[in-house]
């Protein structure tokens, strides 16, 4: 069955770096548009960045310059690289299938910005 599995969360203060990774299985990585979305308590899933089959990348406004989508291919791994974190970036992230927050996702991975 289709899994996702996030990891590389943790606490950061605000102008650090994380990188987080989604192991993926049970379905044709290579041929799926693969996206990062973010929650926090009492929030809607806010998506965040996408790429698509050919690696065209897509950032919300609020990410924009700050965070790098990226995949490989060869070993079924989607990343976000997030760069110049701030506290409102603060957020449990999940990696998901297509193009919206509405596709399966993982369980997400916890993102603590504080000094």
């Known amino acids: 069955q289709v899994q996702l599995v996030e990891s590389g969360g943790g606490s950061v203060q605000p102008g650090g770096s994380l990188r987080l990774s989604c192991l993926a299985s049970g379905f044709i990585f290579s041929t799926s548009h693969m996206s990062w979305a973010r929650q926090v308590p009492g929030e809607e899933l806010e998506w965040v960045s996408g790429?698509?089959?050919?690696?065209?990348?897509y950032y919300a406004d609020a990410v924009k310059g700050r965070f790098t989508i990226s995949r490989d291919n060869n070993k079924n791994t989607l990343f976000l690289q997030m760069n110049s974190v701030k506290p409102e970036d603060t957020a449990v992230y999940y990696c998901?299938?297509?193009?919206?927050?509405?596709?399966?996702r993982g369980r997400g991975t916890q993102v603590n910005v504080s000094s």
């Open positions: 790429i698509s089959v050919s690696g065209t990348t």
């Open positions: 998901l299938i297509g193009r919206t927050v509405r596709g399966p």
